[in-house]
């Protein structure tokens, strides 16, 4: 199995937590022990060699000992595994029993730990920790990015605080759903140039705080939007002088998980919702398979649109374990009133379970079927809508006209299409 100390640490929660529920707590304590050493190590391994990271074997209270050590010199650390990991050790606070006779207790007999222990560590481990889940698509046009905003908006009508980030640098549009062009100022790709000069810049200076009256509720989650940048005459010459930067090796994942990491240490949000840049490039395969929890494939029955998801289910099946969390979406589908949908649903399926069994799931376990439910190739479906085709206003001018748009707009992207994304982005992280 190619599995890191992030994909190990995930899977030892979901087997403690799945541990829990069938009442067997003494084994699940101890995965969560598992759990929060593969999460530290993770930390570790970030500015130490494998090796180093390895000589502390399972001694997690020293584990635990160095990283607040280290944690105490270095802000940036203070909220962070890594941008793709949910467990926040912002105050060093996990329970004493986490690593409490820990790895030895896996062989002592049942009875030691009881359901309320079992919930401490479960919770120490992952509550409040910040998911990441990348909004891909091969092809351009596929609404990926109106659904990232239905998705987030869908979230945030929940509670939940959402961080919406703009990676599609060479065609941003996202800042356009919610801003007037003037309130853009600073964006991602002016953190990329800045970071390694100005490190110390608050990411407060690129993100903007979305407010909008006619948009949020006083009791919606927060919302906030990191965009690609301004697109004025200098856009053309930052993008280029990142392209010369692409070719350093390393720089663009390092650069992409810091701005990530500003992100959570200031902000702590519940999800980070990035756009990704359409097509094969460097930023483009960072932000789907080095960085998220979980990634959002957007596609239709075009030839074209099978062959870009064929080679991102390879390239993801070769990097994470099995069961990553993944979702496909046909999207600008026919509307389910359409006598061509259920024929058209039906060609989408079979077409996704082929190419998840020949590209994508590990043929040396059990494979699921067709009709499966809530598994890769099982997809969701959103609609082509003509309402959303000549643009989307999510932001008002104080004026009773607009802000029934901007109300008919939310509607329509907090939807039962949007809204289903959204539940089983939910469902991945355990939050039904």
């Known amino acids: 199995m190619n599995e890191n100390y992030f994909e190990a640490a995930v899977r030892h929660w979901v087997d ?47 584990l635990l ?42 062989y002592y007999p049942d009875g030691k730990y009881g359901q309320e222990e079992a919930r401490q560590c479960r919770e120490a481990v992952a509550e409040n920790g910040t998911k990441v889940v990348t909004f891909y698509s091969f092809k351009g046009g596929m609404g990926r990015t109106t659904a990232l905003a239905g ?16 990676t599609d640098i060479e065609a941003p549009g996202l800042s356009t759903l919610f801003f007037d062009e003037d309130v853009v100022q600073r964006g991602v790709l002016d953190f990329l140039l800045e970071y390694p000069l100005i490190p110390e810049r608050e990411i407060s200076e690129y993100v903007l705080d979305i407010t909008d009256a006619s948009l949020l509720n006083e009791e919606d989650g927060r919302l906030f ?62 932000v789907v398979s080095h960085i998220p929890h979980g ?47 259920a024929s058209q649903k039906e060609q989408f399926i079979q077409k996704a379970y082929t190419t998840c069994v020949d590209n994508f799931y590990d043929n040396s376990s059990p494979m699921p079927g067709i009709e499966a439910e809530g598994v890769v190739h099982s997809p969701e479906f959103i609609s082509f809508n003509y309402s959303l085709l000549n643009g989307i206003k999510l932001f008002s001018s104080g004026s009773q006209e607009q802000d029934d748009i901007v109300q008919a707009y939310k509607e329509i992207l907090t939807g039962s299409s949007y809204r289903k994304i959204a539940d089983r982005i939910k469902e991945w992280f355990g939050e039904d």
């Open 16 to 62: 403690g937590k799945i541990l829990e529920e069938n009442g067997e707590y003494d084994n699940a304590v101890c995965m969560q022990g598992f759990a929060a050493e593969c999460a530290m190590k993770k930390i570790l391994s970030a500015g130490f060699s494998d090796g180093e990271v390895r000589r502390y074997s399972h001694q997690g209270e020293t």
């Open 65 to 106: 000992q160095d990283m607040t050590m280290m944690m105490t010199n270095d802000n940036e650390l203070l909220s962070i595994l890594d941008p793709a990991c949910g467990l926040r050790l912002s105050d060093i606070s996990l329970p004493q029993i986490l690593f409490k006779e820990h790895p030895e207790r896996r």
């Open 151 to 166: 998705v987030a908006l869908s979230l945030v009508k929940q509670g939940y605080d959402i961080m919406m980030v703009d």
């Open 225 to 286: 939007l990191l965009p690609a940048g301004k697109v004025d005459e200098n856009y053309l010459q930052k993008l280029a002088r990142i392209d010369y930067q692409d070719n350093r090796e390393g720089y663009l994942e390092d650069i992409l998980k810091r701005l990530l990491n500003k992100i959570q240490a200031y902000y702590h949000v519940d999800y980070i919702l990035i756009d990704a840049r359409a097509g094969f490039h460097d930023m483009g395969g960072i």
């Open 295 to 341: 990634a959002v494939l957007f596609g239709n029955n075009s030839r074209q649109s099978w062959d870009g998801i064929t080679q991102i289910l390879r390239t993801l099946a070769e990097s994470h374990v099995a069961d990553w969390p993944l979702m496909l979406v046909d999207a600008m589908c026919e509307s389910p009133t359409s006598s061509n949908y």
